[in-house]
């Protein structure tokens, strides 16, 4: 279990590296625009990596190679004509509530009923990875009983809170569990809890969450 207040620094350092599938990837850079520190982490993984590229050796390169990447630039045909973008597609939100600038930029599906007081709704990721990304709404008061996972997840409150044993997670602050965690989580009172989730594979049924988790995958 990560600490609250921060997302875990391998998760950061993956990130500023390139190497994160696209629904973790959509996760941090809404958890960067949450977080002042883990701007400020992250800008420092971005330059210690700039800072070991220029220490690396100039490698050759064939300048065959290189006349053929030349020549593809050339054959892209017309430039590019900027277009006004597309608005994303939202599901109706809480009033009052906007999504941090990296999740309003995504198309996300209407909601899906899952349990009462239990909806979800899947994200249209740019690029298709290995894990999937949706929001996830949570009734306030309630309590998830206990499931597992297949694979690691990580959350980012996006709105309200939960406790997951010890530990208190507010708006920005990302939670990451593995496969070797069962826990179940309670959900504040006030507002419901909404949260944004990476998630490889699938949940572990252990309840009956679980089981109607597992019945809903294709969220």
């Known amino acids: 279990m990560t600490n609250p207040g921060h997302a875990p620094e391998d998760l950061i350092l993956r990130h500023a590296?390139?190497?994160?599938?696209?629904?973790?990837?959509?996760?941090?850079?809404t958890h960067l625009a949450m977080s002042s520190a883990?701007?400020?982490?992250?800008?420092?993984?971005?330059?210690?990596?700039?800072?070991?590229?220029?220490?690396?050796?100039?490698?050759?390169?064939?300048?065959?190679?290189?006349?053929?990447?030349?020549?593809?630039?050339?054959?892209?045909?017309?430039?590019?004509?900027?277009?006004?973008?597309?608005?994303?597609?939202?599901?109706?939100?809480?009033?009052?509530?906007?999504?941090?600038?990296p999740l309003a930029?995504?198309?996300?599906?209407?909601?899906?009923?899952i349990a009462p007081g239990v909806r979800s709704a899947s994200i249209a990721l740019p690029e298709h990875g290995a894990s999937r990304a949706f929001l996830?709404?949570?009734?306030?008061?309630?309590?998830?009983?206990?499931?597992?996972?297949?694979?690691?997840?990580?959350?980012?409150?996006?709105?309200?809170?939960?406790?997951?044993?010890?530990?208190?997670?507010?708006?920005?602050?990302?939670?990451q569990v593995d496969e070797e965690v069962e826990h179940d989580i309670v959900i504040d009172a006030g507002d419901p809890c909404l949260c944004l989730i990476a998630m490889e594979g699938r949940t572990r049924p252990s309840s009956w969450f679980g089981r109607l988790y597992q019945k809903f995958r294709d969220i």
Do not use: Y
Not at 17 to 29: C, K, N, R, V, W
Not at 105 to 113: E, F, T
Not at 146 to 164: K, S, Y
């Open 105 to 113: 930029s995504v198309d996300i599906h209407h909601w899906r009923w």
């Open 38 to 101: 883990s701007r400020r982490l992250h800008a420092q993984f971005e330059a210690l990596g700039g800072a070991l590229l220029e220490e690396l050796a100039p490698a050759d390169v064939d300048p065959a190679a290189w006349n053929r990447t030349l020549r593809a630039l050339d054959a892209d045909g017309e430039p590019a004509v900027d277009r006004p973008k597309r608005k994303a597609a939202h599901p109706k939100l809480p009033e009052g509530f906007a999504l941090p600038a």
């Open 17 to 29: 590296t390139g190497a994160l599938d696209p629904a973790f990837s959509l996760l941090i850079e």
């Open 136 to 175: 996830l709404e949570i009734a306030p008061g309630m309590t998830v009983p206990r499931h597992g996972h297949v694979g690691d997840e990580a959350t980012c409150v996006l709105r309200g809170g939960f406790r997951d044993r010890d530990a208190h997670f507010g708006p920005g602050d990302v939670a």
